[in-house]
Every structure is written in C-alpha cells, then in structure tokens.
C-alpha cells in the first residue's frame, strides 16, 4: 500500500473517531451538563397574592439569552399538561395572564416564573423547562395554595320560644384546605385556668363558597341560669394556614348568668315599694269617701 494512502486513511479514522467524541460530549452534556434548582419540593402560598416559583441555573453568572430558552408548564392530578410561560430567544409569550420571567435575572441564572393574585384552581406541579444550546435541564415543584379563616364568636340572639337557653357562636370563614379544627374551653375563677368543654356543642360541616373556599360554624349551648358567674368561654380554632391555634374569648355577663334570681329579686323588692305609693292613695280616697258619706247623711 503506498504511504499517502495509509497515511489518508489514518485521517479518516481520527476525523471518524473525533466526530464521535464529540457527539458522545453533546450527549453527555445534554444529559448532566445543566442543571436547574428548585425552592425545594414544595412552595406555599396565600390566596390572591403575588408568587414567585423559584428555579435557577447555578454557576451561571452571565448567561446569553438569545441562544437560550426558557418553558413554564403547570398540571394538577385531573388536568393534562398545560404551557403557562415561554421565552425563546427574543420571543416570549404568557399563556398564563400576568406570567413573566424576568430577562434582566435570566442573565444571571434565574429563570423563576412570577404569577399575581393566585387562585386556589392554580395550585398543582410547575415545571421549569431551561435550554442552553446544546443543553437542556427540567425542574417541578408543587404550588400548595393556602387561604386563612376570618374567625369570630359572639352571642346569638335567644328566640322567644326560647329564653332558657344562651348560645355562643364561633364561626370561621374563607379558609382552605377545608380542614380545620374547632374546640371550647372555660375559664372560671374556682380553677383559675382553662377546662375543656366537651358537652352541649353542636359543630356544622364546612361548607363550600364559589370561589373554592370553606365556611363553618360551631355552637356552645348554655342553659341559664347559669353557675358560673362572670366566666369566660373560649373558642380555639386550628388550621393549617396558622403556625398557631387562634383564641377567641367571650364573657357571659352577670345580667346574664343571674337572669332568673334577678327578677325574682327585683318582683320581691317592688311589693313594699308599690305598697309604699299605694297606701296613701288609698287614704286619699278613703278621707274624700267619708266626707262625702257625712255629707249626705246631714243634707238627708
């Protein structure tokens, strides 16, 4: 064989050979090269506020955004994959009404997608597609959506048909997830702590409102009189939206718990009093009933 045939076909083989490393170093690159970081697992939010779902491109400190991409999708577990945010080289687009990635970040690494005023339909998994030619890493992360309840307790007005009895209310609204707990507690002066109420407690089921959130209402019922005179009844609601359980307190008046012997006191008391205003009347009426009997004797 002549020398510059062996010597062509030895170039052939190093360019053969040098084409397949670097394919093997595109592929590999694609594979691991680029990686993206996610706020962990999960991210929570409140409803109607602004959120940012953080994912970023570490040891990119300057990254050209005309050769690179960036894909935003969102499902939950009854819905289909659904595109929420794209940016594509000078192109970008929100699927997602107020969706947006900030360039000025995405230079730096940061690719986080910005949502205003969530609703709770947008809870679910988020996914962060970034591109880098020849490069490509996803992230997911899953939006928990999260509404605090507006609690309050008071005293509900009694019926006529029924004067007996005295109901505290404790009612929460506007809360999701819809589980929540709700219990009563008493403070008297004898013990000089709270007791658990476990008796005479009557707690709806949560109900739905249009927008996703829950309602629920619970009832302590008292039946008067009642004994313990100037206590305290406490309503203690736990949700998931509080690091802690929320207390609210309401005192039954003395009017209240002294109802009955009251007026039994006030009807003993207004006998010598009515007698007090009676008696001269009576008097009066007896002095001008004598006169007028001499009278007409004399004048017969």
């Known amino acids: 064989m002549a020398p510059w045939s062996a010597l062509g076909m030895s170039w052939a083989m190093a360019m053969a050979l040098a084409r397949l490393l670097l394919a093997l170093w595109l592929a590999l690159a694609a ?12 991210q929570t939010v409140s409803l109607n506020k602004n959120i940012t779902i953080i994912c970023k491109v570490p040891g990119a400190p ?25 940016f594509i ?25 910005q949502l205003p005023a ?30 605090s309840p507006d609690s309050k307790l008071f005293w509900e007005q009694p019926t006529v048909n029924n004067k007996e009895e005295k109901h505290a209310v404790c009612k929460s609204s506007g809360f999701y997830p819809p589980n929540i707990s709700i219990r009563w507690k008493k403070w008297i002066q004898k013990s000089a702590q709270y007791q658990e109420i476990s008796e005479n407690i009557f707690t709806e089921r949560p109900v ?3 927008d996703g959130t829950f309602n629920i209402t619970s009832y302590l019922k008292l039946k008067l009189p009642v004994e313990d005179t100037g206590a305290t009844y406490q309503c203690v609601i736990w949700h998931k ?13 003395r009017g209240e ?4 012997p009251y007026l039994l006191y006030l009807w003993i008391l207004s006998i010598p009093v009515v007698g007090l205003i009676l008696l001269p009347l009576y008097f009066v009426w007896k002095g001008r009933y004598r006169d007028r009997w001499t009278s007409g004797n004399e004048t017969y």
């Open 241 to 253: 939206s509080w690091p802690t359980s929320q207390k609210l307190n309401l005192t039954l008046p």
């Open 257 to 260: 718990s002294e109802k009955t």
């Open 31 to 42: 594979a691991g090269g680029l990686e993206v970081e996610m706020a962990g697992r999960r």
């Open 89 to 113: 080289g000078d192109h970008q687009e929100a699927i997602r009404p107020g969706a947006t990635v900030s360039l000025w970040r995405l230079k730096r690494g940061d690719a986080s997608l």
């Open 62 to 86: 300057n990254l050209d955004i005309r050769t690179m991409g960036i894909r935003w999708f969102w499902k939950n577990q009854t819905s289909d994959l659904e595109k929420v945010f794209e």
């Open 208 to 210: 739905k409102n249009e």
């Open 118 to 147: 969530i609703q709770l339909r947008e809870a679910g998994e988020y996914r962060c597609v970034v591109v880098v030619t020849p490069q490509k890493a996803e992230g997911r992360v899953w939006l928990e959506v999260i509404a």
